[in-house]
């Protein structure tokens, strides 16, 4: 891979997986235009001086650590699992998953004393064994890559421990989840090994505001909605807005417009209350982008 050395910011994602389409439209919603990148290896941003690097996850850490690129997206437990001198510098909410035990499913497994002694196949032998540590269990841990969850049918181990999503994988298998090791998300790393230049610092700094201006977007939602001025009042301590709600006349003066930003999840917490209190018309829009 050649990489330039143009003061860029270089930032590595996985160039194919469950992470790549989502890392892509993050960059997208902050802003930042890239194109053709499933063609090529490395690929620079027309608007933003950035470059994006197209790595095998598992590699990814180990990337940032040497300073090859100077930050990355990747999955938690790749860090974890990887243990490269990396530091997580902002979670980024999308690619949730869990690491979990999974046994056959004529095999009780109740709480975490049932694994003592048994044999589990894993992608992911230091995340496993720092949680047998943690809970002062013994068991075998076996290292398999790729297709972990036939290693019980085929008799190589007890149980697996991998990572879950839906769960049909597992169900395909005959196996059921067991017990949760480890919920990972997609999270944004630097290197703790490397100090980047006061330039790319710079660079970085105003990534992240853009990543947290998103964010703060997409847990959000902007509300609108006619409310009567006699309840005015009682609708404002009823809102968990962000700052105080914009209230605009209308035509009716017995009417008021109130917007306001709000929670995504707690329209449905308080829609009784607003309409006992007279709301009408009441709109939830989602927002792009949200600059505190």
């Known amino acids: 891979m050649s990489v330039s050395n143009n003061g860029n910011l270089k930032l590595a994602i996985q160039k194919k997986g469950r992470l790549t389409e989502k890392s892509i439209d993050l960059l997208k919603l902050c802003g930042i235009e890239i194109d053709h ?20 996850d598992d590699d990814i850490p180990e990337y940032v650590q040497d300073g090859v690129a100077d930050i990355g997206i990747v999955g938690e437990n790749v860090v974890v699992s990887k243990n490269a001198k990396t530091e997580i510098i902002e979670k980024l909410g999308f690619g949730k998953c869990s690491l979990m035990m999974a046994a056959p499913e004529n095999v009780a497994i109740n709480s975490i004393k049932d694994i003592e002694g048994k044999t589990i196949a894993t992608s992911f032998p230091n995340i496993v064994q720092n ?29 697996i421990c991998d990572i879950v999503s839906t769960g049909n994988t597992l169900m395909m298998n005959k196996l059921k989840k067991s017990i949760s090791v480890f919920e990972s998300q997609a999270v944004l790393i630097r290197s703790s090994n490397k100090d980047l230049s006061p330039v790319k610092n710079e660079y970085l700094e105003k990534l992240l505001r853009r990543i947290r201006s998103v964010q703060t977007a997409q847990n959000s939602r902007y509300l609108m909605m006619n409310v009567p001025k006699s309840s005015l009042l009682e609708i404002e301590r009823v809102i968990p807005s962000i700052k105080s709600p914009t209230i605009l006349p209308l035509a009716d003066e017995n009417l008021v417009a109130v917007h306001a930003v709000i929670p995504s999840d707690y329209l449905w917490k308080i829609v009784d209350s607003l309409k006992s209190l007279g709301a009408t018309g009441i709109l939830l829009s989602p927002i792009e982008n949200m600059i505190p």
């Not at 809970?135 to 841990?141: C, E, F, L, Q, V």
């Open 37 to 56: 990148y499933s063609e090529r290896l490395v690929v620079p941003s027309y608007n933003f001086p950035l470059e994006v690097l197209f790595l095998r």
């Open 131 to 159: 949680y047998l540590n943690e809970n002062k269990i013994n068991a075998k841990i076996i290292e398999i890559s790729g297709s972990v969850e036939i290693a019980p049918a085929l008799g190589v181990a007890d149980m």
